[in-house]
T-cell receptor
Framework: RKEVEQDPGPFNVPEGATVAFNCTYSNSASQSFFWYRQDCRKEPKLLMS???SGNEDGRFTAQLNRASQYISLLIRDSKLSDSATYLC??????????FGTGTSLTVIP | GAVVSQHPSWVICKSGTSVKIECRSLDFQATTMFWYRQFPKQSLMLMAT?????????EQGVEKDKFLINHASLTLSTLTVTSAHPEDSSFYIC????????????FGSGTQLSVL
């Protein structure tokens, strides 16, 4: 079983739509959780950390469910510029980071 | 935010040559850096963990004699692809974590290697 699993998509949504991605992790001792955004042939860039209480940054909301071992990312009012691959990253301990395969999002005009 | 510089961005080389990729943390010290490769439409695959002043830790299936890693200072790690072959063509990315408690990873801009 993979450490981190994501639905690869692709998700094709119209501008203005709300879209949600989920990511599950297998290690219950996982400590920290992140969503990164990666554009084609570019490096991943941190979108947001995910906290137990849930957190929001503008149109983006991240949630963590430790009991079910999944994290989610909600994007409201999708923009064309949101088109990218979204990577779920889980830190198990100091130097062990596991990456999901990424979920591809295309926002259509 | 922290800045990680990776150089070069693009490399085209002949089969059999060696290619060195540099990863620098510009505004923080990084005891640990990570090297990944990524094939088109696939996720990052961790190749090795680079530790300052000691040997790198390689993931299973990654040849340490093929991919030489040197982490001589707290701000610089290098990956050398030795005797490159076409199957080594890939996107290579480094990341770094601050020495202190900061847990986030900061990524270099990546190197696209094409071996002819």
């Amino acid at each position: 079983r993979k450490e981190v699993e994501q639905d690869p998509g692709p998700f094709n949504v119209p501008e203005g739509a709300t879209v949600a991605f989920n990511c599950t992790y297998s290690n219950s001792a996982s400590q920290s959780f992140f969503w990164y955004r990666q554009d084609c042939r570019k490096e991943p860039k941190l979108l947001m950390s995910v906290y137990s209480s849930g957190n929001e940054d503008g149109r983006f909301t991240a949630q963590l469910n430790r009991a079910s071992q999944y994290i989610s990312l909600l994007i409201r009012d999708s923009k064309l510029s949101d088109s990218a691959t979204y990577l779920c990253v889980v830190k198990v301990n100091g130097n062990q980071f596991y990456f999901g395969t990424g979920t591809s999002l295309t926002v259509i005009p | 935010g922290a800045v990680v510089s990776q150089h070069p961005s693009w490399v085209i080389c002949k089969s059999g040559t060696s290619v060195k990729i540099e990863c620098r943390s510009l505004d923080f010290q990084a005891t640990t850096m990570f090297w990944y490769r990524q094939f088109p439409k696939q996720s990052l695959m961790l190749m090795a963990t680079s530790n300052e002043g000691s040997k790198a830790t390689y993931e299973q299936g990654v040849e340490k004699d093929k991919f030489l890693i040197n982490h001589a200072s707290l701000t610089l790690s290098t990956l050398t692809v030795t005797s490159a072959h076409p199957e080594d063509s890939s996107f290579y990315i480094c990341s770094a974590k601050r020495t202190a408690s900061n847990e986030k990873l900061f990524f270099g801009s990546g190197t696209q290697l094409s071996v002819l």
